[in-house]
């Protein structure tokens, strides 16, 4: 049995060109980059070139950008290190962000910091005049996700750059790019941004990778002391075969990406147009063309996702019920509360998501292996409930 992976936004497989670039590393070039003899210098060229690489492709400078393990720990290195250094002041975020910073956000609310939390439209998409009302002289932080994990809305990030350097100059604008880098243009001047994270294993890397991006001029303390290694500011041995791969895997997908967002939203595409079919079935986020491309959630009232999910998985279909990273917890989706779905409709919600491979003929595959799924749930649903009467 084939299996169709429809589970891009969690991870995506590890492309040929970074497998090779790793195992080459690991296998030739596997010195430490911080060694004075010859290998560790040979690695050091090689940290380098990945940094200069990934640096081209963000249009900053090489000596602003840090790697880490993840975008969650890219993600807590920022938000910390601001709390760190500022101690005090107010910390916005959106009614939709990762837990990756949602849970640091909630952390700091209890130490003393004043959380709020900017409201979403019924698309997923920040409500930027809101978001105003929200930022004062003792805004410290403001937080902002690229493209929502799990609807695939993007946000204004060009007007929201504009508001918190009008209102609130002295704090600090961090991206979330995770599931933007790669997919979507980044144009982290024209937002007026001061920090931005990706991941590796989001655009055909390995897992264990991940970057930030800190604007010169941005100052905060390190998360991980010890050794010195990124200019002080995350210390640890660097994972260069992963670092490697990931400057492979990024420079690869941002070289083909308008033909990669073209091939997604054809499969995007034809999905919806099946699926809409299916009776009360409702998108979640934005219009198929203004979201992401490689991003699908959709309901269907009357069938539990998890059901739904584990009967795809019985066919050799990969798909999520929300954001992998909080699949195992027994609470709703918080982005579809935030969007103002019922209950029922958020119990109900698959996401389908797609890398540069998938096929219009997956596609068509997977519409058909969800119709058959959510008629025969409904069925024994109503079978039950006359059972009880």
């Known amino acids: ?13 590890v ?114 005049d809101k978001l105003c009302e929200l930022l004062t002289p003792d805004t410290v932080l403001v937080s902002i996700m690229q493209v929502n994990n799990e609807v695939g809305s993007i946000q204004p990030l060009t007007e929201i750059g504009a508001a918190v350097k009008r209102l609130a100059p002295q704090a600090i604008f961090h991206i979330d790019g995770v599931q933007g880098f790669g997919k979507r243009p980044v144009e982290l001047a024209r937002w007026q941004a001061d920090a931005y994270s990706i991941s590796a294993h989001k655009i055909h890397g390995p897992k264990g990778v991940g970057l930030l991006w800190l604007k010169q001029g941005v100052r905060i303390p390190p998360l991980i002391r ?42 995007k595409q034809a999905l919806y147009e099946q699926l809409i079919t299916i009776e009360d079935a409702v998108l979640n986020g934005p219009d198929v063309a203004e979201g992401a491309a490689h991003i699908l ?34 609470s709703g989706s918080g982005v579809l ?25 997956e596609a068509a595959v997977v519409a058909a292996a969800v119709k058959a799924a959510v008629s025969d749930l409904r069925m024994m649903q109503k079978g039950k409930g006359k059972r009880r009467r």
């Open 226 to 267: 010890g050794g010195g290694q990124e200019h002080g500011q995350r210390s640890g041995t660097e994972n260069l075969p992963g670092i490697v791969a990931f400057a492979t895997t990024a420079a690869e997908g941002c070289r083909n990406m308008a033909a990669n967002t073209a091939a997604m939203l054809q499969v």
């Open 1 to 13: 049995m084939k299996t169709i992976y429809f589970d891009n936004s969690a991870t995506t497989c």
């Open 15 to 128: 492309s040929a060109a970074a497998a090779e670039a790793a195992m080459q590393v690991m296998r030739e070039d596997f010195g430490n980059p911080s060694s004075l003899h010859g290998m560790g210098l040979k690695a050091a060229r090689r940290l380098r070139e990945a940094r200069e690489t990934l640096a081209g492709l963000l249009q900053v400078k090489a000596e602003e950008l840090y790697f880490t393990s993840c975008g969650s720990e890219s993600n807590n290195m920022l938000i910390m290190g601001v709390a760190e250094a500022r101690r005090s002041g107010r910390i916005i975020v959106s009614a939709i962000e990762h837990a990756a910073v949602q849970e640091p956000a909630r952390y700091l609310l209890q130490r003393g910091f004043e959380v709020c939390y900017a409201p979403v439209d019924a698309r997923g998409v920040v409500d930027v």
């Open 337 to 361: 509360a935030a969007m103002g779905a019922g209950e029922e409709r958020a119990d109900s919600a698959l996401r389908f998501s797609f890398c540069a491979e998938n096929t219009v003929e």
């Open 297 to 330: 959630n959709m309901s269907f009232p009357g069938v539990r996702s998890e059901v739904l999910l584990h009967c795809l998985e019985a066919q050799g279909i990969c798909v999520s019920s929300g954001s992998a990273c909080s699949s195992h917890k027994s």
